[in-house]
C-alpha cells in the first residue's frame, strides 16, 4: 500500500497506461480503476472482482470537460447538474459516446463521475484520461472505505493501492441517469433526490420505479456483510436481540438510539452505538459491517433508522445488506 506521494501517483498513473489495475480512494469508497480506453484492461476489472461482464462500470474523469467526450447528446441539464456537484458524490449516466463497450456492459449509455478527492483528483490529472472504476471488493459484497479493506478483500489481484485514508462520504454516490426518456434516480447517495430535482428543474422518478435499465447496485442483495443481517424498528429491536440470546446465538447490535434500545452487553450481545447523524452513520457503516462480519457471531442486528430525506441512502444500504 502506498501513501500516495507525487512520485507514487506518477508510478499510479503509469501503472494505469501499463493496463494494471489501481485501487483509488474517492470521497464515497474505494474504487478498482483500469483505464477507461482499454478493453483489456477493464476486463481485468471484471476478473478480480468476480463479476459478471455485463454489468457497467462508472468513468472516472477529472473534470466535466470529458463529458462531451465519453458520452454523446449530453442534455443541458447534465451540464447544470456537472457544474453545479462536481467533483462530488454524483454518478451521471448518458448516452455512450466514445467509451467502450467492455467498460458500459454492451450498453448504449455510460456512467461519469469526477470524484472529490485529492489523491483520486491527482490520479487522473496525472494519467490524462478515464478511468473505469467500479468499487473496490468482490461482487455483492460491501463496498470498502479504507485502503486495508481493499488489500485484505482483492490482495495480489490489484497491482498497486493508493491510500487516501478512510472515505469522508462512505456510501457510494447518488446515479442519476439521464440517458432515457425521464430522468430517473438508480442508486440513492449523498446528494439528495429533492435536490437534485431542484437544481434539474425537473421531475426525477425515485429508485422504486420499475426501470428497463440494468444496474448491479440495483439487485435486492448487492452490499451483503457474510453473516446475517436485520434490520429491525427501534422498539422491537430488544427482542430480537433476547431472542437470539436465549437460542445461544451471539449479535451485535448496531443502535443509535440508547433509551429506546436498551440492550446491556452480555457475553452473547454485544451492543454497538451507531451515529445518530445521518452522514456520519453513512461514513462508518460499511467500516463497521466489515468489522463484526469478521467476528464470526451469528447475527448482525441493526436499529432502523428513521423514514426521512436524509437517511434514504442509509436506509437503502442497510436493506440491501439484509436481503
Ligand atoms: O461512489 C461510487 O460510485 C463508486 C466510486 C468508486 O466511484 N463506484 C461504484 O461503482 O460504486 P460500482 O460499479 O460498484 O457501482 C456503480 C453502479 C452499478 O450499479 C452500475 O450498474 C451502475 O452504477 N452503472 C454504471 N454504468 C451504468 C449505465 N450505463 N447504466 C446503468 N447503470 C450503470
Ligand atoms: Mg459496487
Given at each position: 500500500m502506498k501513501t500516495p506521494t507525487p512520485e507514487t501517483i506518477a508510478a499510479a498513473a503509469q501503472c494505469l497506461r501499463d493496463g494494471g489495475l489501481v485501487a483509488i480512494p474517492t470521497e464515497t469508497v474505494y474504487g478498482l480503476g483500469a483505464d477507461a480506453s482499454n478493453p483489456q484492461a477493464v476486463l481485468r476489472i471484471f476478473a478480480a472482482k468476480g463479476r459478471p461482464a455485463d454489468h457497467p462500470l462508472i468513468v472516472h474523469a477529472a473534470g466535466a470537460e470529458s463529458l462531451e467526450y465519453w458520452a454523446r447528446e449530453v442534455p443541458e441539464g447534465a451540464l447544470r447538474l456537472a457544474a453545479r456537484y462536481?467533483?462530488?458524490?454524483?454518478?451521471?449516466?448518458?448516452?455512450?459516446?466514445r467509451a467502450p463497450l467492455e467498460v458500459t456492459g454492451g450498453q448504449d449509455s455510460v456512467g461519469l463521475?469526477?470524484?472529490?478527492?485529492?489523491?483520486?483528483l491527482a490520479l487522473l490529472r496525472a494519467f490524462g484520461g478515464g478511468?473505469?472504476?467500479p468499487s473496490a471488493n468482490r461482487f455483492g459484497r460491501v463496498s470498502p472505505t479504507r485502503a486495508w479493506h481493499v488489500r485484505r478483500e482483492l490482495g495480489d489481484r490489484v497491482d498497486m493501492i493508493l491510500d487516501g485514508g478512510p472515505c469522508r462520504v462512505g456510501v457510494e454516490s447518488t446515479i442519476l441517469s439521464l440517458a432515457g426518456d425521464r430522468p430517473v434516480l438508480l442508486r440513492p447517495g449523498a446528494i439528495a433526490l429533492s435536490e437534485l430535482q431542484e437544481v434539474l428543474g425537473e421531475e426525477i422518478a425515485p429508485p422504486s420505479t420499475p426501470v428497463a435499465i440494468r444496474a448491479p447496485g440495483m439487485l435486492a442483495s448487492h452490499y451483503a456483510p457474510e453473516t446475517p443481517f436485520e434490520v429491525w424498528p427501534?422498539?422491537?429491536?430488544?427482542q430480537r436481540a433476547e431472542e437470539l440470546a436465549q437460542t445461544g446465538r451471539r449479535a451485535a447490535i448496531l443502535f443509535i438510539d440508547p433509551q429506546r434500545c436498551g440492550i446491556a452487553a452480555t457475553p452473547d450481545l454485544l451492543p454497538f452505538p451507531m451515529p445518530a447523524e445521518p452522514d456520519d452513520y453513512a461514513r462508518r457503516l460499511f467500516a463497521v459491517l466489515r468489522r463484526f462480519d469478521r467476528m464470526g457471531l451469528d447475527v448482525l442486528l441493526a436499529e432502523a433508522p428513521p423514514e426521512t430525506e436524509?437517511?434514504?441512502?442509509?436506509?437503502?444500504r442497510m436493506r440491501r445488506a439484509s436481503c
Open positions: 462536481w467533483p462530488g458524490p454524483l454518478t451521471l449516466i448518458l448516452k455512450r459516446g463521475r469526477v470524484p472529490a478527492h485529492p489523491v483520486a478511468v473505469a472504476a427501534a422498539e422491537e429491536l430488544r436524509a437517511w434514504q441512502a442509509v436506509r437503502d
